[in-house]
Nanobody
Framework: QVQLVESGGGLVQAGGSLRLSCAAS????????LAWFRQAPGKEREFVAT????????MYADSVKGRFTISRDNAKNTRYLQMNSLKPEDTAVYYC???????????????WGQGTQVTVSS
């Protein structure tokens, strides 16, 4: 059974930092592209960042480019999202996802975590 479990969310002031983690089990982690999405209250789920199975390629939403960094540790079956210079508009539930596809579309990712709340106060 595939499980993705996020951690690291919380409450932070604007300008602060958080690092999200997503631990995977039940799949061959190194075979999958990994992504982070987020969903704010009343809004659609949106793409945040993705990293290829090899870790060589990454892609970011324009809204987080230069502030967020996605990385992965295949030996630990874990991926990370380092979030710096956080803004109130970054407040959302953050989801990790894994899939064989590549891109910003949610349907390209097969497996999803339950989400972790990130709240940025102004």
């Amino acid at each position: 059974q595939v499980q993705l479990v996020e951690s690291g969310g919380g409450l932070v002031q604007a300008g602060g930092s958080l690092r999200l983690s997503c631990a995977a089990s039940g799949l061959t982690f190194s075979n999958y592209n990994l992504a982070w999405f987020r969903q704010a209250p009343g809004k659609e789920r949106e793409f945040v960042a993705t990293i290829s199975w090899s870790g060589v390629s990454t892609m970011y939403a324009d809204s987080v480019k230069g502030r967020f960094t996605i990385s992965r540790d295949n030996a630990k079956n874990t991926r990370y999202l380092q979030m710096n210079s956080l803004k109130p508009e970054d407040t959302a539930v953050y989801y990790c996802a894994a899939g064989g596809g590549w891109g910003t579309e949610a349907y390209k990712y097969t497996y999803w975590g339950q989400g972790t709340q990130v709240t940025v106060s102004s």
